[in-house]
């Protein structure tokens, strides 16, 4: 398992640059590295999550709820 998380910058979120870009990342990692990736969302009430459909052969995604 792969975990990747980061921090706000007060500066950065002042001058409105900050931008989230975990959907893009998971889907790009699970497109690059052939794996299954989820991204929650910022309430972590749900995520989406990127994958290979084995009978598709063709990259997926679908909305998963989270359960606190």
């Known amino acids: 398992m792969l975990e990747a998380t980061t921090t706000d910058s007060l500066q950065e979120v002042f001058n409105d640059r900050m931008f989230d870009i975990s959907l893009w990342m998971a889907r790009h990692i699970s ?25 598709t052969s063709k990259r997926e995604s679908s909305f998963v709820e989270t359960k606190l």
Do not use: G, P
Request: charged residues 20%; aromatic residues 8%; proline residues 0%.
């Open 31 to 55: 497109l690059m590295c052939e794996v299954t990736t989820m991204a929650e969302n910022l309430d972590k009430q749900a995520a989406q999550s990127f994958y290979m459909n084995k009978i």
